[in-house]
C-alpha cells in the first residue's frame, strides 16, 4: 500500500473527528466526488462536502469514528471504520460499521463513496473478500 495514500486517508479521518478544515481542504481536492451512504446523489467541491457531513454530523449528539481496516487496491483505498455514538433525536446508542472507497491522485482524495457492506466496497475496486 501507498505509504502516503494510507497516510493522507488518516490523516483526513483524524482531521474530519477533530473538525480540523485546514487538514481537510488540503487533503481533499477542489473537485472531489463524495457521496455518503446518507447521500442520494453525488456531491462535488469542498462545498458539497462540507454539506454532506455537515448534515450527518447534525444527526449525532456525540460519535467516535475509528479505522479498522484499510485494503489497497491500485490509486484507491477501501475503509473499514467503526461508528460509536448517540442519535441527537432518538437518544438511542449506536454501533455500526461504514465502508468507503477512496480515491487518491497527486496527494490528494479525488472521489469519496461509502457502501453498505465490505464485499460491495471491494467490489467496486475489483476485489472480493
Not at 56 to 81: F, M, R, S, Y
Request: net charge negative.
Amino acid at each position: 500500500m501507498s505509504q502516503e495514500n494510507l497516510d493522507l486517508v488518516l490523516r483526513l479521518y483524524e482531521a474530519f473527528q477533530s473538525g480540523d478544515q485546514s487538514v481537510i481542504a488540503g487533503g481533499l481536492h477542489p473537485e472531489i466526488q463524495w457521496r455518503s451512504i446518507e447521500d442520494t446523489e453525488t456531491r462535488h467541491g469542498h462545498s458539497g462536502v462540507a454539506s454532506s457531513v455537515g448534515s450527518w454530523l447534525e444527526t449525532w449528539e456525540n460519535h467516535d469514528l475509528k479505522v479498522e481496516d484499510c485494503v489497497e487496491a491500485g490509486d484507491q483505498i477501501v475503509v473499514t471504520t467503526r461508528l460509536r455514538g448517540t442519535g441527537r433525536r432518538s437518544g438511542v446508542d449506536v454501533e455500526t460499521s461504514y465502508f468507503a472507497v477512496w480515491r487518491l491522485r497527486d496527494g490528494q482524495a479525488v472521489a469519496y463513496r461509502e457502501y453498505p457492506s465490505k464485499a460491495e466496497a471491494l467490489e467496486a475496486v475489483g476485489l472480493s473478500e
